[in-house]
């Protein structure tokens, strides 16, 4: 059972000015396209071919470098289309907001522990909020490829329900060197429906 390449729920250029159309198109088509069609490879006639995406990545330990790297990848760009829409932006609403003001103090203190995640992520990356083992939510960032589902990503396993992709290829043709404005700007295309979808299913 092969992966499927997602579509994306919005339009290439939906989510212009604040990241742009050529991005979205090859960051679509060709890479998370690549991550698809290399997982599936890496996967094919043995027994990981049967697994959900998530079963996967949580049985992973790390030394199977193309189930890692493309697994996470696959995951990790299949949940970063659906976190955004035209229509993001603003601030969660209903449990999830109460959930990140007791975990961070405000909606503010959480953009500034997760936009700091994403900026201070040396080299290439994601910035991840989760739901973890007990329930509660966490930021925390991963390099590559590598997402907290993993048990060996260097942060608490949890659910992503919310991930912002740091690799230059995500940014640099709208933002060159400047991840911070690329972050900022994040916050207006935001799904925090989808979001709050997700903190549901996972907490
Ligand atoms: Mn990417």
Request: glycine share 10%.
């Amino acid at each position: 059972m092969a992966f499927k390449l997602p579509d994306l729920p919005y339009g290439y250029g939906d989510l212009e000015p604040y990241i742009d159309t050529c991005t979205m198109l090859i960051h679509h088509t060709k890479h998370h396209a690549g991550y698809t069609n290399n997982v599936n490879k890496a996967i094919a006639g043995t027994p990981m071919d049967d697994m959900s995406i998530e079963a996967l990545l949580a049985a992973c330990d790390g030394t199977n470098t193309a189930v890692r790297n493309n697994g996470g990848g696959y995951y990790n760009h299949a949940l970063f289309w659906t976190i955004m829409s035209p229509n993001g932006g603003g601030q969660p609403s209903g449990a999830l907001a109460e959930a990140i003001n007791s975990a961070f103090g405000s909606f503010d203190q959480f953009k500034d522990a997760f936009s700091a995640a994403a900026k201070t992520r040396f080299g290439s990356g994601w910035a991840w909020l989760i739901v973890n083992a007990d329930g509660q939510l966490e930021v925390c960032s991963t390099p590559n490829q590598d997402n907290p589902l993993m048990s060996f990503a260097g942060c608490s396993q949890g659910t992503p329900i919310l991930g912002l992709d740091v690799w230059e290829h995500a940014y640099y043709l709208r933002y060159q060197n400047r991840r911070p404005a690329y972050v900022e700007n994040f916050f207006n295309v935001v799904n925090w429906d989808e979001v709050s979808n997700r903190y549901q299913a996972a907490k």
